[in-house]
């Protein structure tokens, strides 16, 4: 993009400034090693928990002649259990899962099948049940107390007991499975009831935990139990307890149900916040829209509908027509065909999403459609996420891809912090910006290498859940490899990623995640010394202003509540654009839309229980739906809108400076701006602790102070305490102020720490500072740096961002070193180097008085405004310097000689008396040390007189330098006389 800053460049500026940017980033090459995301093991069932069996189980066990039925069915050779197969887990991420082994309670060693519960943080083992028989579990569950089981198998409708063995063929055939459901009290271990519940449809039971009275704690007299009918009915089981013995419980009387819902198409449970989500119809036989719906269970009182919306999505042919298959996944919470890939996720602050995976027809039904399909045919792959807190859906759109491998590319949805993670084993990642604190923008999109695969038996590859583990962050288990994995960001392979994207869209949202979402600045530190590795990309300066904003509203927002935090700025882009995303030929990737949803989300108003651990969810979510309504009288502060302000400011300091006086007329606008940035600073220290907490730069003079920054800062505080008392009327002004005083703060730190990471990345000490002198040619490090400083530089005035105190003299001693002469002087005229007294006295003070120095000294005191020139020509050593602060010198007492009345004055000058030498004591004294004793000049001795009757009437102000007086000006003129006339003064016209 070409800025302001650009503009202001000639083209041979432009091409010196860009030394590099005939390529950009030459870093990008094929990733093989480092991946986006790190699978971290954190669970294997077949390691963990056949280890305790072994230790527990020491019963005779015995093979089966069902062993190649695909069922697990008994014990090896050395005596160790086969393997187990994991069901389900419960709140608090106790695993239950199943094994087929010899009972312990039959002497004709009869392998039946087991339920166990395991505790992956405890590692404690328990054997909850002992079926009868070997039997197929597809999912269990057990109330909080642990006392009662339900479990629900599948088994073949016409001869169930024909071999003992399950039936695992989902397919029509001649025996189609039917489902069957369970309830058994296992402490103590006693009875078994069948719920006299018998489907074709999928069956699901699902005990209700929580901590009070009705959801099973130790004194409960009821426990709770859902139960779900694929495309029929979810209800509820009301079970009245009675104690027996110390700690067994025992059912007592039939249980009372409750019909919930009465047909539905898909559902999921939410263990950890207790809540059922389905999508349904509300008309029969309607294959157009689909209602979403939420059903929120408290623990005192009934389920509420907290939330109904219709969906712009409706069922294709292929799943509404098609009969029903299903695919019984270890700890899947959700009943569905398998056809239908849908997942609800939550995100903190808030939001609520439902993302779904659009069916793709394969060629077993085609016979269904009148259009023909081959399996080479190339066919879009498709998503959405309805973003229900925002009433906005989210389109991605990836194109070419053979059907047959299409139908094979199954998307999993899962929750990563404030993203969405989107992802295929092997084929994609995409980490989706959609969180309520966000308006959507800067996705992560990933395509081929650098994507993670996991090892799968398989060919379709692995098939993956969520496993709930404690303060782990997101862990995922593969159904296939009974493994569960802790999954996090892999900082080397973003890096990666960041190197070999090829759109910059890509590498932006990267930056912006490491800025604004990342646990700490480390990753931010390595993607600026990729930028780093190559300076010249035009993509630069974007990057570090997405840097510079990110991390200043991660600053503030962990000191901020959510009323505050829509007011400032997040990023430096506009969002809710779309995204596309390419590779090197140019072949789309990637295409993300978004869409207003046609019909408004509206929340049902009920009592929420905020005893559970996310009790203010619903009311964030209000929030966030309110908000929608409003979104316009919400506008984030912008600060490259302070561009106009802060110029006309500066206009106004430099016109009111009296270059004569050397002092400042300030009007009002200025006096307020000063008095702002005074007030940003006054007691205000830097926290420990604080993030980028770089208060020193070595490198840099901090006790150097830029006027012109104090004006950025004032006007930047000024402008902030009135956009948030505009939108929070309610704030004291004093508060208001408090935040934009703490926004200033945070600039100042963040680019303190994005020019510690610059000067890092380059290979200079982290406590070090440039040895060398204003006159020394700057080696290519310090080239590097200056080019770097630049773009930085850039980046600081689109944002009216402050800089640090020192950075002009640092940036603009450097482009001394490092620029020729001419190229200098144009970056000083086009206004991007600034001439500061710290430069100027460097300069003065380094270079020596040869020709070239002297001319360089010349054409930098020639562009330095009155005031700083002057002092300047004090500190140099040279005829013109000499004679021209003789002339101003001379020129200032005669002018304040009239200022003060000097044709009042009864003293007169007579011309005997100025040919006299010694007319007064002092003056003799004065001109007798000045004036050489060989060298009688009465015409100059006639004016030292007629100056010396001026000085004491005049106000001298003492200036850094050499100081100048009468002795001073008479030198200079008798210095001037003698270079221009030797010492014969006959053709002198005085």
Same mark, same amino acid.
């Given at each position: ?7 202001? +460049?000639?083209?041979? *500026? ?26 971290? %093991? ?84 328990? =054997? ?47 025996? %189609? ?25 999928? +069956? ?15 004194? &409960? ?236 038996? /398989?060919?379709?590859?692995?098939? +993956? ?268 002004? =004093? ?85 020729? &002469? ?37 054409? *930098? ?29 001379? /020129? ?23 040919? &006299? ?48 007086? +009468? ?24």
């Amino acid at each position: 993009r070409r800025s302001e800053f650009e503009k202001k +460049l000639r083209p041979e *500026i432009l091409l010196t400034a860009r030394l590099f940017t005939t390529f950009t980033f030459t870093e990008r090459r094929c990733i093989e090693k480092e991946v986006m995301l790190d699978f971290r %093991p954190c669970f294997d069932a077949q390691k963990e928990i056949v280890t305790l069996l072994k230790e527990d189980l020491n019963a005779p066990q015995a093979l089966s002649s069902d062993a190649d039925a695909g069922v697990d069915t008994g014990a090896d050779a050395a005596g160790a259990p086969r393997r187990v197969r994991v069901l389900g887990q419960e709140r608090d991420g106790a695993v239950l899962y199943t094994w087929d082994d010899v009972s312990p309670y039959r002497q004709d060693d009869v392998v039946v099948s087991h339920i166990g519960l395991y505790e992956p943080i405890s590692k404690v083992n328990t =054997v909850l049940f002992i079926h009868e028989k070997l039997v197929h579990f597809v999912n269990c569950t057990v109330n909080l107390e642990r006392t009662l089981l339900a479990f629900t198998t599948q088994e073949k409708e016409k001869s169930p007991s024909t071999s003992g063995s399950p039936c695992y063929d989902q397919s029509e055939g001649r025996h %189609p499975t039917v489902y069957r459901s369970y309830l058994a009290e296992v402490q103590p271990a006693n009875r078994v009831f069948y719920l006299n519940i018998e489907r074709n449809s999928y +069956l699901r039971v699902q005990f209700l935990h929580g901590k009070a009275q009705g959801y099973g704690e130790s004194s &409960s007299k009821e426990s709770h139990m859902l139960f779900l009918i694929h495309n029929e009915l979810i209800g509820l089981y009301h079970m009245k307890l009675s104690r027996v013995g110390y700690s067994g419980v025992e059912m007592c009387g039939q249980p009372r149900t409750e019909v919930l819902v009465k047909r539905f198409q898909w559902a999921q449970w939410d263990h950890q916040r207790q809540r059922l989500y389905y999508l349904s119809h509300k008309k029969k036989r309607s294959n157009t829209k689909m209602t979403f719906t939420c059903l929120q269970f408290h623990e005192k009182l009934p389920p509420d509908v907290m939330m109904e919306v219709q969906l712009p999505t409706g069922l294709p042919p292929e799943v509404s027509k098609a009969q029903s298959t299903y695919e019984h996944l270890p700890l899947s919470n959700k009943v569905t065909d398998q056809k239908l890939i849908c997942e609800v996720l939550t995100l903190p602050g808030g939001s609520l999403c439902v993302c779904y995976q659009h069916p793709i027809m394969n060629l077993e039904d085609h016979h269904e459609q009148e259009e023909d399909i081959g399996e080479y045919d190339v066919i879009d792959i498709e998503y959405s996420v309805f973003m229900l807190h925002r009433g906005a859906v989210l389109h991605c759109c990836m194109p070419g891809f053979a059907r047959l491998e299409a139908v094979n590319v199954k998307l999993h949805f899962f929750p990563f912090n404030d993203y969405i993670l989107v992802f295929s084993p092997g084929h994609l990642v995409h980490l989706l910006n959609v969180a309520a604190e966000f308006e959507p923008c800067h996705h992560i999109v990933w395509h081929g290498k650098g994507v993670p695969n996991l090892p799968s038996p /398989s060919s379709d590859g692995p098939v +993956l859940t969520s496993f709930i583990r404690e303060r782990s962050g997101l862990c995922v288990y593969d159904c296939r490899q009974d493994t569960a994995y802790r999954v996090s960001v892999s900082k080397d392979g973003l890096a990666e990623v960041f190197v070999g994207c090829y759109l910059p869209g890509t590498r932006l949202a990267i930056m912006h995640y490491a800025a604004v979402h990342y646990k700490d600045s480390s990753l931010s530190r390595l993607l600026v010394g990729k930028m780093c590795n190559d300076i010249g990309s035009p993509e630069v300066p974007g990057l570090l202003t997405e840097f510079l904003v990110g991390t200043t509203y991660n600053a503030m927002r962990r000191q901020l509540d959510l009323r505050t935090l829509p007011l400032l700025l997040f990023t430096s882009t506009e969002t809710g654009r779309g995204q596309l995303e390419k590779n090197e030929k140019g072949q789309q990737l990637a295409r993300i839309t978004y869409s207003s949803m046609q019909d408004i989300v509206v929340m049902k108003y009920a009592k929420v229980d905020k005893a559970q651990s996310d009790g203010n969810f619903w009311e964030h979510l209000r929030y966030n739906l309110q908000k929608l309504q409003i979104a316009d009288m919400w506008p984030r502060f912008n600060t490259p809108s302070l561009q106009q302000p802060i110029t006309s400011a500066n206009q106004e300091a430099a016109f009111a400076e009296d270059m004569v006086e050397g002092r400042v007329r300030s009007s009002s606008l200025l006096k307020r701006i000063s008095d702002s940035a005074r007030r940003a600073f006054s007691g205000s220290t830097p926290r420990k602790g604080s993030p980028g907490g770089y208060g020193v730069l070595t490198f840099l003079n901090a006790a150097e102070r830029d006027l012109e920054q104090d004006r950025v800062i004032g006007m930047t505080v000024e402008h902030l305490t009135d956009h948030l008392s505009r939108h929070l009327p309610r704030e004291t002004r =004093v508060k208001v102020f408090n935040v934009a005083r703490e926004f200033v703060n945070c600039q100042l730190q963040q680019a303190k720490q994005l020019l510690q990471f610059i000067w890092t990345s380059l290979g200079f000490q982290p406590d070090g500072y440039i040895m060398s002198t204003v006159g020394e040619p700057g080696d290519q490090a310090e080239c590097e740096l200056f080019h770097m400083l630049e773009r930085f530089y850039m980046a600081a005035q689109e944002l009216c961002f402050p800089l640090p105190n020192g950075f002009k003299t640092f940036f603009t001693m450097l482009g001394f070193r490092c620029l020729d &002469s001419h190229v200098f002087l144009q970056y000083v005229d086009r206004g991007v180097l600034t001439f500061t007294d710290d430069f100027r006295d460097m300069v003065m003070e380094d270079l020596g008085d040869d020709k070239d120095h002297n001319e360089t000294k010349l054409n *930098i005191v020639s562009r330095l405004p009155k005031r700083q020139a002057l002092t300047g020509l004090q500190q140099w050593n040279h005829p013109i310097s000499t004679r021209f602060l003789s002339k101003q010198y001379v /020129s200032s007492l005669l002018l304040e000689g009239e200022d003060l009345g000097w044709a009042s004055q009864p003293r007169r000058v007579s011309l005997t008396d100025s040919y &006299s030498t010694t007319s007064s004591h002092d003056s003799s004294e004065d001109v007798s040390q000045a004036v050489d004793a060989h060298i009688n000049f009465p015409p100059l001795a006639t004016l030292m007189k007629l100056l010396q009757m001026k000085e004491p009437n005049t106000k001298r102000h003492g200036r850094s330098g050499r100081y100048v007086d +009468l002795k001073f000006v008479e030198q200079a003129a008798l210095q001037q006389t003698k270079q221009e006339y030797g010492t014969n003064l006959s053709n002198v016209s005085f």
